[in-house]
């Protein structure tokens, strides 16, 4: 599976990362060397194998739904970049 | 010998004879971090007002003979992406570099529970991503053992305050080796514990399946110390384990006789370092003769954890760093509408390596590929996980290098990524099995620290300090101090 620079330039894009052309050259490059490497994962026979997400033994982990005090509005708000009447401000989306 | 040289458990035992205080031992400490920092620039933001603030509540604490604890009065270091409430937590991005968090995370809490001090926030690799500290954005930690060497990474400013005695431990985090490694490098004690031993709540994520914190300490028993105060459920991390925590402190010194130990034959490659074989070698005889049965064994599908680990770490990033986007925390650049916003923000606030891992993990999880990719690292996580409890049923800890090499020069690996990579090449497959695993001192390689690393059951991190407390009592690599020079 050779990665081509649009391949870079698609995957850039789903990342929403600005990119120059010049490190869509760097980056193509330096990710087929990564890929490449990876390759080796087919050597191994995986067609009986479950795939494992993370080693622990446990799932849908529940806790008693009662309320419990959490951060203030203003807390909240205290990191963010634009912020207006109470809410995040973002530019336009449509 | 100064104060601030000491160990957590002897100066523990000045404050509470009350020999000296704690506003005291911080001050000594605080001036010690300071007159050494410009040249080993372990820090990103310095606290020392928090500190003696801390220090004078410890104080109360330590004169009215109430709750006080191994760490009450202790100054201790905090990787910069743990969350401090009301002190800047950057992760070592330009991405946060105004960021200060609401709360803190809750290792710190446990930390502050105790009554421990905290002098400041350490560097690291941005974002966690990388083996040497170099990545970033603000400054190069140096290693103290020699100033024109990486200290190793991600929590390289965690490992070199310790070794240089800027602070009496530090917690670090460890994806795939960030404790270890560069405790390694830097001559220090590092516990990597099982996954969901310690609570991640507060934690930056970086790849959630295999992020794991813990200490980074001057030697064993303060590793156990430490331990004992950061472990055990949290409800407010999903993914914390709900079994109970042992006290690491009361098998300690039991020695090691009778323990069966698994060398495996895949993690002493000929391409190594020979100093580094060497000394890793006579550690392990040096076990053996304390008592220790030595075990061949093999973890055949050990070595493609770091092909795995490039297909699973990334993916999990590419997904955690999404909430980078200009709106809630962070830095925005503005754009005409929100996309062009959003992508302008990420290609300023990111740095090479981060920008590296996130397209690669999107690459693998994007349609077409996420078969070949993502599910095909998810099957070969079982084998790995499956090989180490194979190994388990016959031997009760593994012994191998931590590192192939000892510390290297700056910008000696940073050209090719896959060569940074392949220094975590003995480390890596433990996070994967989410196994827990320390590192120790064990010689000199080129006048440089080496670690040994012993690998543990899962929730049996007991164990691994029981055997490396014998090791280092049978030895005096940690009273080695480094020369901050260069070379």
Redesign the interface.
């Known amino acids: 599976?050779a990665?081509s620079e649009k391949?870079?330039q698609y995957?850039?894009k789903?990342?929403?990362?600005?990119?120059t052309d010049q490190?869509v050259a760097k980056?193509t490059q330096?990710?087929a060397?990564?890929?490449g490497?990876?390759?080796?994962?087919?050597?191994?026979d995986?067609s009986k194998?479950?795939?494992?997400?993370?080693?622990?033994d446990?799932k849908n982990?529940f806790?008693p739904d009662q309320p419990a005090p959490s951060?203030t509005q203003k807390?909240?708000l205290?990191?963010?970049?634009?912020i207006q009447s109470g809410h995040?401000k973002?530019?336009?989306?449509m | 010998m100064e104060l601030y040289e000491k160990t957590i458990h002897e100066v523990a035992g000045e404050l509470k004879a009350k020999k000296i205080s704690s506003v005291e031992l911080t001050k000594q400490v605080m001036d010690h971090l300071e007159k050494v920092e410009p040249h080993v620039q372990s820090f990103i933001t310095i606290t020392r007002d928090q500190a003696l603030a801390q220090a004078a509540e410890a104080d109360k604490r330590l004169a009215a003979g109430k709750d006080v604890t191994a760490l009450t009065g202790i100054p201790l270091a905090i990787k910069d992406l743990l969350c401090t409430k009301g002190v800047r937590t950057t992760c070592a991005s330009r991405m946060l570099e105004t960021f200060v968090p609401p709360y803190n995370a809750t290792v710190v809490e446990k930390l502050y529970a105790a009554g421990a001090v905290a002098v400041g926030k350490t560097n690291m690799d941005e974002f966690a991503m990388g083996s040497s500290t170099e990545t970033s954005f603000y400054k190069k930690t140096k290693n103290p053992w020699n100033l024109n060497c990486v200290p190793g990474g991600s929590s390289g400013g965690s490992a070199s305050s310790v070794s240089a005695d800027q602070a009496f431990a530090s917690l670090g985090s460890d994806t795939g080796g960030s404790i270890r490694q560069p405790a390694a490098l830097c001559g220090i004690v590092g516990l990597k514990p099982t996954y969901g031993r310690v609570s991640r709540y507060g934690l930056i994520a970086f790849a959630s399946s295999l992020d794991q914190i813990g200490p980074m300490t001057k030697d064993v028993e303060d590793c156990a110390i430490m331990m004992n105060a950061i472990s055990g459920h949290d409800p407010k991390d999903s993914t914390s384990a709900n079994v109970p925590s042992p006290d690491h402190l009361t098998d300690l010194k039991k020695g090691v006789k009778g323990l069966r130990i698994g060398i495996p034959k895949e993690f002493f490659p000929d391409a190594m370092n020979e100093e580094v074989s060497v000394a890793v070698k006579d550690a392990i005889a040096k076990l053996s003769g304390l008592g220790a049965e030595l075990v061949e064994i093999s973890l055949p599908t050990a070595p493609y954890g770091l092909a795995a680990y490039y297909v699973l770490a990334p993916s999990e990033a590419s997904s955690n760093l999404a909430r980078y986007d200009g709106v809630r925390y962070g830095l925005r650049v503005p754009g005409e509408n929100i996309v062009e916003m959003y992508s302008k923000t990420r290609a300023a606030g990111f740095g090479p390596e981060v920008k590296r891992r996130i397209m690669l993990g999107t690459y693998a999880l994007s349609s077409g590929y996420y078969d070949a990719y993502y599910l095909k690292a998810q099957k070969v996580r079982r084998l790995i996980k499956e090989d180490y409890d194979k190994a388990f049923e016959k031997v009760d800890i593994i012994a191998t290098p931590t590192a192939p090499n000892p510390a290297f020069r700056f910008g000696e690996k940073t050209d090719d990524p896959l060569t940074m990579y392949l220094e975590d090449i003995f480390t890596i497959s433990i996070n994967i099995a989410g196994v827990p695993a320390l590192s120790l001192p064990c010689g000199l390689a080129g006048g440089l620290p080496v670690g040994l690393q012993l690998i543990g059951k899962p929730f049996d991190e007991a164990t691994l300090l029981k055997a490396a407390w014998a090791y280092e009592q049978s030895t005096e690599w940690h009273k080695r101090k480094p020369s901050l020079r260069k070379d």
């Open positions: 599976m990665l391949d870079v995957v850039a789903l990342s929403r990362l600005e990119v490190e980056y330096q990710l060397n990564i890929l490497y990876v390759e080796q994962l087919s050597k191994l995986t194998v479950e795939p494992m997400a993370h080693v622990l446990m982990v806790r951060l807390e909240v205290s990191n963010g970049p634009e995040f973002v530019p336009k989306i």
